[in-house]
T-cell receptor
Framework: DSGVTQTPKHLITATGQRVTLRCSPRSGDLSVYWYQQSLDQGLQFLIQYYNGEERAKGNILERFSAQQFPDLHSELNLSSLELGDSALYFC?????????????FGPGTRLTVL | GENVEQHPSTLSVQEGDSAVIKCTYSDSASNYFPWYKQELGKGPQLIIDIRSNVGEKKDQRIAVTLNKTAKHFSLHITETQPEDSAVYFCAASVNGGSQGNLIFGKGTKLSVKP
């Protein structure tokens, strides 16, 4: 158990809908990262927050957004969902912003868009 | 952008044999190289990491070697057991920005046959 929690574990929804994925980092960690994992793309970095502020942005679609709250939990919002958004979404946390900080992953949310 | 290549994509070994997974990276500034194990339905779990000031690190049956000149690093698992069966990902640190802090290889599916 990494100490990172994610809810829900599974999510099934229809095209055009909006969903919210939630992540709580390990105790004491200030950075949260979001990744998308699909079969053909591997682990793709979406976005990083550090202590409530956006730190780095990857290939995140404009339909997707995220935020980190004062209690350090983070939410990833996915809107106008398409079939191709079906994937595993992981969040990870690390103590700070150092490039060599170890990232600990949560168990993921499996999103299925029908 | 920077890149990490991982080989092989699949690896099948007999219980008790050794397994070796190799990765090459492109960013000469990379100085942190973690390895993650992902079991079916779970998030990636850190199993070992190495930083560029050392060439080799061991933890029981797992070892990682790093050759910064050649820009490659390898994971070695000795005396493999069926519970080692999983997908293994290598990663290399990059300088933040749109790629985040880590770039991941595409993964190696290891099967250990009893």
């Amino acid at each position: 158990d990494s100490g990172v929690t994610q809810t829900p574990k599974h999510l099934i929804t229809a095209t055009g809908q909006r969903v919210t994925l939630r992540c709580s980092p390990r105790s004491g960690d200030l950075s949260v990262y979001w990744y998308q994992q699909s079969l053909d793309q591997g682990l793709q970095f979406l976005i990083q927050y550090y202590n409530g502020e956006e730190r780095a942005k990857g290939n995140i679609l404009e339909r997707f957004s995220a935020q980190q709250f004062p209690d350090l939990h983070s939410e990833l919002n996915l809107s106008s969902l398409e079939l191709g958004d079906s994937a595993l979404y992981f969040c990870a946390s690390s103590p700070g912003v150092g490039l060599t900080d170890t990232q600990y992953f949560g168990p993921g949310t499996r999103l299925t868009v029908l | 952008g920077e890149n990490v290549e991982q080989h092989p994509s699949t690896l099948s070994v007999q219980e008790g044999d050794s397994a070796v997974i190799k990765c090459t990276y492109s960013d000469s500034a990379s100085n942190y190289f973690p390895w993650y194990k992902q079991e079916l339905g779970k998030g990636p779990q850190l199993i070992i990491d190495i930083r560029s000031n050392v060439g080799e690190k061991k933890d029981q049956r797992i070892a990682v070697t790093l050759n910064k000149t050649a820009k490659h690093f390898s994971l070695h698992i000795t005396e493999t057991q069926p519970e080692d069966s999983a997908v293994y990902f290598c990663a290399a640190s990059v300088n933040g920005g749109s790629q985040g802090n880590l770039i991941f290889g595409k993964g190696t599916k290891l099967s250990v046959k009893p």
